[in-house]
């Protein structure tokens, strides 16, 4: 079974850091590309960080310059370091596996989320 379990998430000042930790279960995260997406009420879910098999990475615009995605693939756990906390950047946030098989099936993983509020 696989299992993606979010953590970090939490109250903050503006400017202020936090780091998101998804570790996962079931799965390896070499094999995956792994992501960070956000949600706010009243919004469609939206891509922050992307870490593909490879190593490359790819942002959104929303946080980009202000965040940094990371895998440790030898406890399968991804990293969102995030830096320059904004009021707008209050969310809950998601962390996502995908990948393709060898005959093209479209295997993806969704956690729980967890929230992170920015107030001053």
């Known amino acids: 079974q696989v299992q993606l379990v979010e953590s970090g998430g939490g109250l903050v000042q503006p400017g202020g850091s936090l780091r998101l930790a998804c570790e996962t279960s079931g799965i390896s995260v070499s094999d995956y590309a792994m992501g960070w997406y956000r949600q706010a009420p009243g919004n469609e879910r939206e891509l922050v960080a992307r870490i593909f098999r490879s190593g490359v990475t790819r942002y959104g615009n929303s946080m980009e310059g202000r965040v940094a995605i990371s895998k440790e693939v030898a406890n399968d756990t991804v990293y969102l370091q995030m830096d320059g906390l904004r009021p707008e950047d209050t969310a809950v946030y998601y962390c996502?596996?995908?990948?393709?098989?060898?005959?093209?099936?479209?295997?993806?993983?969704w956690g729980q989320g967890t929230q992170v509020i920015v107030f001053s």
């Open positions: 996502n596996a995908e990948r393709f098989t060898d005959d093209d099936i479209r295997l993806h993983y």
